[in-house]
Structures are given as C-alpha cells and as structure tokens.
C-alpha cells in the first residue's frame, strides 16, 4: 500500500449506489446458487448417462464455477464499496467473461452428453 493510498479520504456514497453494488453481489450469488444446484442435480438425478465420468465432469463444472462466482462476487463487491468511497473510477471486472466462458464450458459438457 502507498502512502497515497492510506492518505485518500473516505467517505460514505450515496446510499443508493451502495444498495446498487448489493444487490449486484446478491444477483451474482443467485447465479452461484442456481449452478451448485445445477450440478448437485447432474450428479444426483442424470443417471442415465453412459459414462459416468461426463456426468462428473459436467457436476464439478457446475459446482466449481459457483464458488469461482461466489469469491468472485465479494472481492468485486468490496473492492467496488471501497473505490466508491474514495471517490475512484471503478474497475473492470472479470466477473463477467468468466461466467461466460464458464457457461461456454458447460454448455460443451451438455452437448456432448446428450449427443452420446
């Protein structure tokens, strides 16, 4: 940490943007609740697959892409409550093309277990 940083003055944002920056962390963790349920399901109740390791791979996808989101959710959500108290530009977030390219993934895994 530079000493510009610690010498930067909080103060509290509008509590509009602060309830903006919640609700996005509560949409992002819908989204992690709605893939571990996903993958809980595959693993439980897709039975009917023929190999099992498919299943597996397309169950831990799911559930591995839901904690990538659910740490993913609070570092954004803190690093965006701190930026705006001081006052900065926000940041690009990763949150994003990683969901994306994690769906990507799952959607491949999908396809080619129904296609078998």
């Known amino acids: 940490m530079t000493a510009d940083e610690t010498d930067r003055e909080e103060s509290e944002p509008d509590y509009r943007f602060t309830l903006a920056n919640e609700r996005t962390y509560l949409a992002w963790i819908r989204t992690a609740l709605g893939l571990l349920a996903g993958g809980v399901a595959v693993h439980t ?37 701190r930026r705006m108290r001081r006052g900065e530009p926000l940041a690009h977030s990763v949150m994003v093309p990683l969901l994306a390219a994690g769906i990507a993934v799952i959607s491949v895994l999908a396809a080619v277990a129904v296609l078998r």
């Open 45 to 81: 109740l897709a039975q009917s697959f023929h190999h099992a390791a498919l299943r597996r791979a397309l169950a831990l996808s799911c559930i591995v892409l839901a904690v990538m989101i659910c740490v993913g959710a609070y570092t954004h959500w803190r690093d965006v409550q």
